[in-house]
């Protein structure tokens, strides 16, 4: 097939010792950050963006392709150990994986989280190596009105589900959309929001965003609190991380079916692998009701362990395949991915494939390869990983502070670039003051260009008949899907409040009969 042919000649590419190299800093960089608590894969993205511009296009992506997958092998050894993860992703996993850890049986947790990850990321990549030309050859039937259709989508689909507010999502699309406004209008030449600063000419470097908002606002955060929060317990794995064959057998249906959940969900801009490993720790959950199974709830069951971890990395790597062959970042972390092939003057979507081929299985070829790597790093050194939780909070923070400034001014070697971070960071402690999430932030600062373009270029082929938007049966069809997606958060967010509502109730009428 043509599909395996690219893919050799991509792992060609990636094979040179100097791409490998790449690859096995990213992996331990990307874990690395993964691993301490609030920080996640997205964070580890954006910290190492502005260092792999020394780089060639090549090995730095063959670099994010270890920092991609690298952050989320390290999300879940937190939850597992601190009982804090590092990701919202990894929050299904914690339950099990912490009560596991807490009985005694930390290594096999942490062995059965690196290979749910290995697994689940292996099986969505090879989706992604066979039906990413499908899906570009899908993409090349998209006109303005499509694509402009699927901005929409995601916007509205991202700011619905990862906010427990649809109003606080809503709110951070604004934030978002009024950051991507600054600058020179291309079409018209007219400044926007500049208020006659030069500096303000070329925009907001998506790199600042990025870093201000996830890096120094989660710092800044921390500072804010850190004399009135105490830091979790840390459970300290004994002994290598290892399975008996009878874990294998029984936490493979588990893998294969959290990987059934999070393939698809990759390929739609629904906020990330949440809403999938939460369903796979759901089902687990009701399998072992009927099979009798008593460990979920006390010891920690394995299953309930391995479904989400593999249900998060499944959705990352068919996340990539949408990322590649439609240009659409489905969650933060593949938003922040399509701003590094933007700095590179490269556009993610159908011609990608056709005028950076190369680039496009090597970074493919890459992800396999970062997998095996990371399987052996967590396998084999997984008590190593927890080592890092002991790092004391100021030092640790301290570092990321320096980090995020040295990166933002070696970008631009601006010192306006450092203002703008230093209010953004400002902006992000006030978001997580207020419970407002980044995701739709970051997501509207990369998709608001396209979306305003393509209904530009709509509006100019219609003559500004508004009708041409939903002219379409690809419309009809994206309008209709987003408008049924939006329909059942809204039903679960009622339902969420419902029984939070009852539940608060039967503890004032519990504790009114005791008194």
Aim: charged share 10%.
């Amino acid at each position: 097939m043509d599909q395996l042919s690219l893919l050799f000649d991509g792992f060609a590419n990636a094979l040179t010792p100097m791409n490998l190299l790449w690859l096995l800093i990213g992996a331990i960089l990307g874990t690395a950050v993964g691993v301490l608590p609030g920080l996640g894969s997205a964070m580890a993205v954006a910290l190492l963006l502005p260092i792999t511009f020394a780089l060639d296009p090549t090995g730095a992506f063959i670099m994010f392709a270890g920092v991609y997958f690298g952050g989320l092998f390290g999300d879940s050894t937190a939850g597992i150990l601190l009982n804090t993860p590092g990701n919202s992703s990894a929050i299904a996993s914690t339950f099990e994986g912490h009560r596991m850890a807490r009985s005694g049986q930390a290594a096999k947790a942490l062995a059965t989280a690196a290979l749910g990850a290995f697994i689940g990321g292996l099986i969505a990549t090879s989706l992604v190596v066979f039906f990413a030309p499908t899906l570009v050859k899908l993409a090349t039937v998209f006109g303005p009105a499509e694509y402009f259709a699927l901005a929409v989508g995601a916007f509205l689909a991202i700011s619905a589900v990862v906010a427990e507010s649809v109003f606080r999502g809503l709110a951070a699309l604004g934030i978002g959309l009024a950051l991507v406004m600054v600058g020179i209008d291309g079409p018209s030449g007219t400044a926007r929001f500049t208020f006659g600063n030069p500096d303000f000419f070329d925009g907001i470097s998506i790199i600042v965003i990025t870093v201000g908002l996830l890096a120094l606002g989660e710092v800044l955060r921390v500072a804010s609190r850190i004399h009135r929060e105490e830091m979790p317990t840390l459970i300290q794995p004994k002994g290598m991380a290892r399975l008996s064959k009878a874990d294998f057998r029984r936490a493979l249906p588990a893998w294969l079916r959290g990987t059934a959940f999070g393939a698809p969900f990759g390929l739609i801009p629904a906020g990330g692998s949440e809403v999938p490993t939460f369903l796979a720790y759901g089902t687990e959950k009701q399998l072992a009701k009927r099979a009798g199974d008593t460990d979920f709830g006390t010891t920690g069951s394995i299953k309930g362990l391995a479904a989400p971890e593999a249900a998060g990395n499944a959705t990352a790597g068919t996340a990539m395949g949408a990322l590649l062959a439609l240009g659409l970042p489905t969650s933060a972390t593949a938003a922040i991915m399509l701003a590094a092939f933007q700095q590179y003057g490269m556009q993610p979507g159908p011609l990608l494939f056709e005028r950076s081929g190369d680039l496009v299985w090597a970074l493919l070829a890459s992800l396999f390869l970062g997998l095996i790597i990371l399987l052996i790093l967590n396998w084999s050194f997984a008590p190593l990983w927890a080592k890092l939780l002991n790092i004391p909070r100021p030092y640790l923070y301290a570092g990321i502070t320096v980090l995020s400034v040295l990166g933002v001014y070696s970008v631009g070697s601006s010192v306006s670039d450092l203002w703008i971070l230093t209010g953004l960071g400002l902006l992000g402690l006030m978001m997580r003051r207020f419970n407002i999430p980044i995701a739709p932030v970051l997501i509207a600062v990369v998709l608001g260009p396209m979306a305003e373009t393509e209904l530009r270029r709509a509006l100019a082929v219609s003559e500004g008949d508004l009708s041409i938007l939903v002219a379409s049966p690809i419309t009809w069809g994206i309008y209709g899907f987003l408008a049924l997606g939006l329909a059942i958060s809204a039903y679960q967010h009622l339902r969420h409040r419902y029984l939070n509502k009852k539940e608060e109730t039967q503890k004032v009428e519990e504790e009114l009969a005791t008194a």
